[in-house]
């Protein structure tokens, strides 16, 4: 999508997880569009050219409040936080360990935590205060050998919620996007373990009503039309970006 205009000029955005995947889509996004960006990343290094890279753990407390703090400094406070580290994981409960379910949620959850409690005191400076998590479909539909990811997402979801209810007094606008299965470098290391990944990729396609993968780029606007000013009385929302996944129900011809 491209944009003419700088809407987001003024607008100071943290993402965490931009130096690869969707999280570098919309960090780029954002500096095209205007923004002062830092990415926080546990390798920054891929980070897109034109933002600020911090490296953060945001299973770690004192890493993830280091790292806020010094990028808050940097880009003289805070705007907008984009909730969008994650990890993956594949399995049933039976499958999977504790230590996995954990792991989890300790990044999938617990890092939204962290990083959001880390800028609040930025974000109820701004009068532009926004936080988007990248949630997923697995949030709203049940999904094969994927319980503890769809667990993970589901709390994003409800968190979401109960965040945009908490902060609405602050002034700080709670979102999420859905995406569907999104053609990212992690899902391209999922395909790679398959058996035959072409067919598996032809699978997860055929999965999507629209009959492809959605791309990060795709991700990336809807993120920044919830963070952006043309959002500004939307809050507690979640916006679906899977290709009519979540709510379509196709005849097959």
Not at 42 to 68: I, K
Not at 166 to 181: E, F, K, Q, S
Request: negative net charge; glycine residues 10%.
């Amino acid at each position: 999508m491209n944009h003419t205009t700088n809407d987001f000029a003024g607008i100071r955005l943290l993402v965490t997880g931009g130096a690869s995947g969707i999280g570098h889509s919309i960090a780029r996004q954002a500096v095209d569009r205007g923004a002062t960006v830092a990415v926080l990343d546990l390798d920054p290094t891929g980070s897109p050219e034109g933002t600020s890279p911090w490296r953060a753990d945001v299973s770690d407390d004192e890493s993830v409040a280091r790292a806020v703090s010094a990028a808050a400094a940097a880009l003289g406070g805070i705007d907008v936080v984009v909730n969008n580290a994650g990890i993956g994981a594949q399995g049933t409960i039976e499958t999977n360990t504790l230590d996995e379910w954990r792991r989890v949620f300790d990044v999938n959850v617990l890092g939204i935590v962290r990083v959001t409690r880390a800028a609040l005191v930025h974000l109820r400076r701004s009068e532009h205060a926004a936080v988007v998590n990248v949630c997923s479909i697995a949030a709203t539909a049940g999904l094969p050998d994927r319980a503890i990811y769809s667990a993970s997402k589901g709390a994003v979801l409800s968190l979401t919620l109960a965040m945009a209810a908490d902060h609405l007094a602050d002034g700080v606008r709670v979102n999420c996007v859905n995406p569907g299965t999104t053609d990212t470098p992690w899902v391209g290391r999922l395909l790679d373990r398959a058996s035959d990944p072409a067919a598996e990729r032809a699978a997860l396609a055929a999965r999507q009503p629209t009959g492809r993968l959605v791309t990060a780029d795709e991700v990336a606007a809807a993120v920044l039309y919830l963070a952006g000013p043309g959002a500004s009385a939307t809050t507690g929302t979640s916006l679906a970006v899977d290709g009519g996944m979540a709510g379509l129900r196709i005849r097959q011809r």
